[in-house]
Structure formats: C-alpha cells, structure tokens
C-alpha cells in the first residue's frame, strides 16, 4: 500500500532577535538570519500552494453545473513578489473567472463567486490531501471580497493561511514592459473613482513591480516589513471606531521609492535606507509620491483624473498599477510616524561610535510642472524617470 507523505509546513521557530537590539552594521546579517526564508520553507509553502493551484483550475467548478470557469490563478502578496518574511505563511490567490467581463460584472458577482468556491472546497476536501485539514474563515461583510481559509497539517500541526480573491481579467495578455492601454484604466475610474476596490484584478503589475527589484532591496523591503509586524501593529490597540494603521503594503512602496530617489546603489548601506523609510514616514504629512510606469499622464482623460488623485490631502501613496488605490488614504499615519521616531534613536539606527545613521537625501515631493500630462519628464540618463511626485 503507497504511504501517503504529509505536507510539510516547518518547525516552530526559535525566537526573533530584537531588531532594536541590533547593531546598524549588523542589519544585513540580522535579515539573513532572522527575517531570510530558508529553502526548505519555500519548497514547502510550494508544495501547499500547488495542491491549491490544481484545485482551482482544474476542479474547483468542475461537475458544477456553472458557467463559471477559471482563466487563470495569479500568485499575489509576499509570496509571489519574493519578499517573504521567514516561517510566515500567508497566500494570496488572484482567481480569474471567465465569467466576469468587467468591473460591473465583478461587483455583482464576488459574492456569488466566493460562495461557489467555498462550496467546491467544502465539497472537495479529499482532495487536497489526507493530511490537510480545511478551515473556512467566516467574513462578517454581507459582500465579501475575499475568501479566507486554513490549511493545517495534522502530522506536523502547522498551518498556512490563503486569501483567495476573484478577479476581472481586464488586462488579458500582459506582456513584460508594456504599459496596459490607457482605456483600462479610464473604464477603472469610471467604476470605482475613489477607492482601490478593483485592485486584486491588476495584480500582475503590482508583483512585476517589486519582483524586478535587486535583491537587497528586497531585503530592505523584509526589514521594513518585519518592523512593522514586530513594532507597529500594536499601535491597533490605540485605534478607536473605523480607525486603521496605514497597511504594510504602503511602507514597501516607500522603501522602493527611497532607493530609486536614494541613488539606485545595489549594494547600498542597509542602515541608511532603513532610516531613509523611518525619515519618510515620519515626513507623512507632505508626502506625495506616484510611479509613472502603468500609467500617465499622456491621455488627457486619465492626465485629468492623475492629477485630481494627486491634489488630494497627504499622504498619497499611490498604487503604481492601480490609480484608484490612494495606499494608506484616511490611516493613523501618525502613530507610524511615533514609532519610526522611536526606532530611529535605537541600536539598529546608531553606529558603532554612537552617532547616528543618516538618511538619503530623498524629497518627499518634487515639483512637477503644469503641463505634465502632456509633456514627458525624462530623467537625467533620457529615460522616463519611474517615480515622480507633484507639489499640492
């Protein structure tokens, strides 16, 4: 009889060594140790999120009797962008279905499409294997967006978390190093003027974005990552009502942001570009930055809705492949920006001799003339600048 293997998800790991406790010097060996997945994690986080690949394109709807069909399954968050945090196991899941034919259809039909994959899992648990035990987060939102569930290994009693989104395919074919046509984004603003909620359906640009990215920097993105788990989230337990903290995502774009303003070094000093981001978001409150890659200011429609996006009360982070998505809009920015100033009077911001580490000479905002929509700004080497920002 075959003896079935279970899926590994990792020992309990030892304790963090304290960031705050680490010398500046020291920070590339910190998150080499501490914050690096090791290539045993990684091939087990694959193995888990290749069972779940399999059943959402080939038997998720299978013998459902609906017309749905998956066109697609898009690896998204830290996982698929390469910037993942040692023996975190958090998995997000782009689904494309083949029923959604714009960002209408995708509003009205979420709902119906979560519960049809909800169904198919519950229906279909042998499938994943005998080791895997399935557990199905309930969501408090009567329109939910995302389908939350847990894989948890009985033999090794560890567990990895999935977020599955549906998702419009409004880019269809994307082709490495071309800007999406600017009637996908037009018809984006037309849905959903004021918010990121399309977001999960430009998720390939949003990992292209980062997964591009020289690996140290990648590094500073973990480092930046880690701090906020460790040091800012339990600022939640100052948040009052509908309050929120800016999310992570928001701080990764500034640590992409402070090293392309930075010099774009490879082997930059990880201590200075650690305290270029702690520099920024203590700096929140003028910052205004935006990635003219996706998107710009060539079509004067979108040119128009671009620069009414960045007229709007600071912070604005905007999303590089989403112009709706204002990252971190309305967030406590300033209980962030407490804690940057906290860390940076600590070890990890403090060399050897005591004095402090100094942070790159980056603006938080760069003066951007009238008529950009219609003029290219080109950098210095003629080549379009991926970080512009514009004076409120």
Request: proline share 6%; charged share 25%; hydrophobic share 40%.
């Amino acid at each position: 009889m075959k003896v079935r293997q279970p899926l590994l998800f990792g020992s309990s790991p030892p304790p963090v060594m304290w960031l705050y406790q680490t010398a500046a010097e020291e920070l590339d060996t910190f998150i080499s140790n501490e914050l690096q997945p090791n290539r045993v994690f990684k091939t087990q986080i694959s193995t888990a999120i290749h069972r779940i690949f399999l059943f959402l394109t080939q038997n998720c709807f299978r013998n459902s009797g609906s017309a749905m069909r998956v066109l697609k399954v898009v690896k998204a968050g830290s996982s698929g962008k390469g910037t993942a945090l040692k023996d975190i196991s958090d998995v997000d899941l782009v689904v494309f279905v083949s029923s959604i034919t714009d960002f209408w259809s995708l509003k009205a039909e979420r709902k119906k499409i979560i519960a049809e994959i909800q169904t198919r899992l519950e229906e279909c648990r042998w499938s994943l294997g005998e080791d895997l035990v399935l557990s199905i987060k309930k969501t408090k939102w009567e329109n939910p967006r995302v389908l939350t569930f847990t894989l948890t290994s009985n033999t090794m009693d560890e567990h990895i978390d999935f977020d599955v989104l549906p998702a419009f395919d409004a880019l269809g074919q994307l082709y490495r190093g071309y800007k999406p046509d600017p009637e996908v984004y037009i018809k984006l603003t037309e849905s959903d003027p004021e918010g990121s909620e399309f977001s999960p359906c430009f998720t390939e640009l949003q990992r292209n974005f980062v997964m591009a990215l020289p690996t140290k920097l990648k590094s500073l993105i973990r480092l930046v990552k880690h701090w906020y788990k460790q040091y800012v989230l339990p600022y939640k337990k100052k948040l009052v009502g509908r309050e929120s903290l800016p999310p992570q995502y928001a701080l990764e774009l500034l640590s992409v942001y402070a090293w392309e303003r930075g010099g774009r070094d490879p082997a930059f000093n990880m201590a200075e570009g650690f305290r270029t981001v702690l520099e920024l978001i203590q700096q929140h409150k003028q910052l205004c930055v935006y990635w003219a890659i996706n998107y710009g200011f060539e079509n004067e429609t979108l040119g128009r809705y671009l620069e009414s996006q960045l007229c709007k009360s600071r912070p604005i982070v905007l999303d590089p492949a989403d112009p709706t998505g204002i990252v971190g809009q309305g967030s406590r920015w300033d209980l962030v920006a407490q804690e940057a100033e906290r860390c940076c009077a600590q070890q990890c911001c403090r060399k050897r001799n005591g004095s402090a580490v100094q942070p790159w000479n980056v603006p938080v905002r760069a003066g951007l003339p009238a008529m950009a929509r219609r003029v290219k700004q080109p950098s210095p080497l003629g080549v379009p600048s991926r970080a512009l920002e514009r004076v409120g």
